[in-house]
């Protein structure tokens, strides 16, 4: 019987690209997840590199690398910085972060991340987070599930969404994906029905793991962990993650503040590799067609004179 593929990396050749690795570099991926990305470079580091994977979903810990240069940390990325410092690492010459969602999430209707199946609505990527899309549901008020429906979810129809999960949940609890979808599918076109149930799982996911603010975190701290010189490579698959790693590698800060000095230079601490933003090829969609909305961002540590 053949093993369910974890994931498949996307943009992976592009991403090697990007990173420009050094055999004796040190590097981190964030979101070590299958392990494809980590493998591409650890195939490209000398004897004297070496790979941090992070991964705050324990289920990633069984693709482990077996290889003295590399490290498995089981942590969310929000705490690269923290964890950069206790293994005594001063900089590294390169970050990846994937911020899609692995095949192994998707597929497995005990996680809750898709409507395809019917299991309880959990969608933690950490098991051992608080809070699961369950008790979203059961709690959050109606202004709040319009708000993360419409966000992160970009629904026209989020109020109307939120009213109906509101309604229904003062007869029964919610606990389940098809308990989900059925409340849901009322304001939804039939020929947008997989497309719209994707987007309400993707905004309820977004929240239950504070997707937006741990990335705002990743980039933040991603300037005190890189040496000069050193890449920052982010892979998203939404309009508001892209804009916020774009405008992050623009002017260096969240909010997307250009600073320029006296003679009006853009003064960032990060510097674009590429002008344009790098999408996936023909190919590589019709092989992986969960990478069609893939993007990915390359920036450099800019080397201060």
């Known amino acids: 019987m053949e093993q369910p593929v974890y994931h498949i990396p996307a943009l992976l050749n592009e991403c090697m690209e990007g990173l420009d690795i050094k055999p004796n570099g040190t590097y981190v991926d964030v979101t070590f997840g299958g392990g494809g990305h980590s ?23 069984q693709n482990r690398l077996h290889d003295d240069r590399f ?23 390169g970050i990846l972060a994937d911020l899609g969602v692995s095949f192994h999430h998707f597929d497995d209707s005990e996680r809750g991340f898709s409507f395809r199946f019917d299991g309880r609505l959990d969608m933690r ?3 051992d987070a608080q809070m699961d899309a369950c008790q979203l549901i059961a709690t959050y008020s109606e202004q709040q599930l319009s708000d993360v429906l419409y966000l992160y979810g970009e629904l026209k129809q989020a109020r109307r969404m939120a009213a ?3 309604k229904a949940r003062r007869n029964e609890t919610i606990e389940t994906t ?9 304001f939804i076109k039939p020929n947008q029905e997989k497309k719209e149930l ?16 741990v990335l705002a975190q ?3 701290a991603s300037l005190d962990v890189l040496k000069p010189g050193g890449r920052l490579a982010v892979i998203t698959y939404h309009s508001l993650e892209d804009r916020l790693v774009k405008n992050f590698m623009r002017s260096g800060n969240i909010e997307g503040k250009v600073e320029k000095d006296f003679f009006g230079r853009v003064n960032a601490p990060l510097k674009a590799v ?10 590589e969609v019709e092989r992986n067609p969960r990478s069609r909305s893939a993007k990915l961002r390359v920036a450099t540590r800019v080397v201060n004179d």
Do not use: C, W
Request: charged share 20%; aromatic share 10%.
């Open 164 to 166: 109906a999960i509101v």
């Open 178 to 186: 098809a308990q989900l979808a059925a409340i849901v599918k009322p």
């Open 274 to 283: 590429n002008n344009r933003v790098i999408v996936p090829s023909d190919d």
């Open 218 to 220: 990743l980039l933040q």
């Open 71 to 93: 490290t498995f940390v089981h942590s969310n990325f929000a705490y690269i910085k923290n964890f950069m410092r206790f293994y005594g690492v001063d900089g590294v010459d």
């Open 198 to 213: 994707a987007m309400v799982f993707q905004a309820l996911r977004i929240e239950v793991n504070h997707e937006m603010d």
């Open 125 to 127: 990527m950490n098991r």
């Open 39 to 61: 493998r591409a470079i650890m195939e490209r580091l000398g004897a004297d590199g070496h790979l941090y994977g992070l991964d705050q979903d324990m289920d990633a810990y």
